[in-house]
């Protein structure tokens, strides 16, 4: 088990281009979800997937945002045209089902100029 | 609408004292609660967490909670704090229909003083 990778860890963007992560959830979780956690703030939840069907998307999710998980096992988040309210931590996390606990990997802090 | 309250945005207290982090949520149903910890540029580490049973739940780093339904609290406790619990702290709720998602408080910062 060797935990949830996130990658990058940190990205520098200038407004306007676009970004995407990576997230490699733990092997055999069927859940994944994404937050994104803003200075002073707690995480807040920003969409999920079972398997490979994305089955919930937040209002905070605008239509410059798209996540995938292809094959039901990494998943990507692409935020299109960055602004700098875009700035902000995000975090994976995944679980073996719905009731199970979700464990965080390390998060991409994105920085837009 | 369910919700999480952490009163105390900073707490700062001297290695060696007991220590007490409040959390109140809203939530309809029985709740599931969770304890996160968060040091500077990491990702979060789960300490404890509430499902059902006995209301006090032991989690690690000698860090222990209890849920209080009748208060709609699920307080961090631990007798002894050490330098290295120094970092963010986040209590959570689980929502508990399709997405089980968490919904986050604020954070606690937690300083320790030598």
């Known amino acids: 088990d060797t935990g949830v990778s996130q990658d990058p860890r940190h990205k520098i963007t200038k407004r306007g281009q676009n970004v995407t992560f990576r997230c490699d959830p733990i092997s055999e979780h069927n859940r994944l979800y994404w937050y994104r956690q803003t200075l002073g703030q707690g995480p807040e939840f920003l969409t999920y997937f079972q398997n490979e069907a994305q089955l919930e998307k937040s209002r905070l999710l605008s239509d410059r945002f798209s996540a995938e998980r292809p094959k039901g096992s990494f998943s990507t988040l692409e935020i299109q045209r960055t602004e700098q309210g875009d700035s902000a931590m995000y975090l994976c996390a995944s679980s073996l089902g719905s009731l199970d606990t979700q464990y965080f990997g390390p998060g991409t802090r994105l920085t837009v100029l | 609408a369910q919700s999480v309250t952490q009163p105390d945005i900073h707490i700062t207290v001297s290695e060696g004292a007991s220590l007490e982090l409040r959390c109140n949520y809203s939530y309809g149903a029985t709740p599931y609660l969770f304890w996160y910890v968060q040091s500077p540029g990491q990702g979060l580490q789960l300490l404890l967490k509430?499902?059902?049973?006995?209301?006090l739940v032991q989690g690690i780093k000698g860090f222990e909670a209890e849920f209080k339904r009748s208060q709609s609290s699920f307080n961090l406790r631990k007798p002894s704090v050490h330098w290295s619990d120094a970092a963010e702290y986040f209590c959570a709720v689980g929502e508990g229909s399709g997405t089980y998602k968490y919904i986050f408080g604020t954070g606690t910062r937690l300083k320790v003083l030598a």
């Open positions: 509430y499902f059902s049973g006995d209301t």
